[in-house]
């Protein structure tokens, strides 16, 4: 299976400053199609995980445009340009592209 | 509205069987992939199956951990994926999440749980 590490695993920010979250998988993530299938997701507390970024940087639909992602391969980033209260939760990277899917163990992130 | 509705959590004893639904609304079920994802209490998240829209064939994938018990079927006639989940194990009991669209939209979650 694929592994997919995430660092850092928790992550204090204060509000308005800017956050910066790894994910690396141990294999390549491009498609033979040219797309590189690598997913972020936000599970605040208590709630369904909530779609961030799909192929690496393309923000699903309602997604504040303070969210980034970016890399290539095997190794992403996603970015908070500012962050606000309701960025708390912990996000997770996906790939989707080898089977089984594989996750990330998460980054909770939390305000300072 | 777009959404994904979820049914079917329990309480069940190890080695019994529970069926989970997952039904469509406010878009084309049947032109979309359906995966289910779990998370045992206080991990992370496990992708654990999902079924191709019939243009696809309609091909299934599953974990390691739950081949040859879980079952994730469609009808599409009734927008409503299923996961048939039978010899239970103390292991499966979690949240159930469906998820459509390429992981765009996400059910409400079911809870699971496995105990003598």
């Known amino acids: 299976d694929v592994v997919m590490t995430q660092t850092p695993l928790s992550l204090a920010v204060t509000l308005g400053q800017p956050a910066s979250l790894s994910c690396k998988s141990d294999?390549?993530?491009?498609?033979?199609?040219?797309?590189?299938?690598l997913y972020w997701f936000l599970q605040k507390p208590g709630q369904s995980p909530q779609p961030l970024m799909y192929?690496?940087?393309r923000r699903f639909s309602r997604v504040p445009d303070r969210f980034s992602g970016s890399g290539s391969g095997t190794d992403f980033t996603l970015k908070i340009s500012r962050v606000q209260a309701e960025d708390v939760g912990v996000y997770y990277c996906?790939?989707?592209?080898?089977?089984?899917?594989?996750f990330g163990q998460g980054t909770k992130l939390e305000i300072k | 509205e777009v959404q994904l509705v979820q049914s079917g959590g329990d309480l069940v004893q190890p080695g019994r069987s529970l069926r989970l639904s997952c039904t469509a609304s406010?878009?084309?079920?049947?032109?979309?992939?359906i995966s289910w994802v779990r998370q045992a209490p206080g991990k992370g998240l496990e992708w654990i199956t999902f079924?191709?829209?019939?243009?696809?064939?309609?091909?299934?994938e599953y974990a390691a951990s739950v081949r040859g018990r879980f079952t994730i079927s469609r009808d599409d006639a009734n927008s409503i994926a299923y996961l048939q989940m039978n010899s239970l194990k103390i292991e499966d009991t979690a949240v159930y999440y469906c998820?459509?669209?390429?992981?765009?939209?996400w059910g409400q979650g079911t809870l699971v749980t496995v105990s003598s």
């Open positions: 998820s459509g669209g390429s992981y765009s939209l």
């Open positions: 294999q390549s993530l491009l498609h033979s199609d040219g797309k590189t299938y």
């Open positions: 079924i191709r829209s019939n243009v696809y064939g309609g091909e299934t």
């Open positions: 192929e690496v940087s």
């Open positions: 996906m790939q989707g592209i080898h089977l089984p899917r594989t």
């Open positions: 406010g878009f084309t079920f049947s032109d979309y992939a």
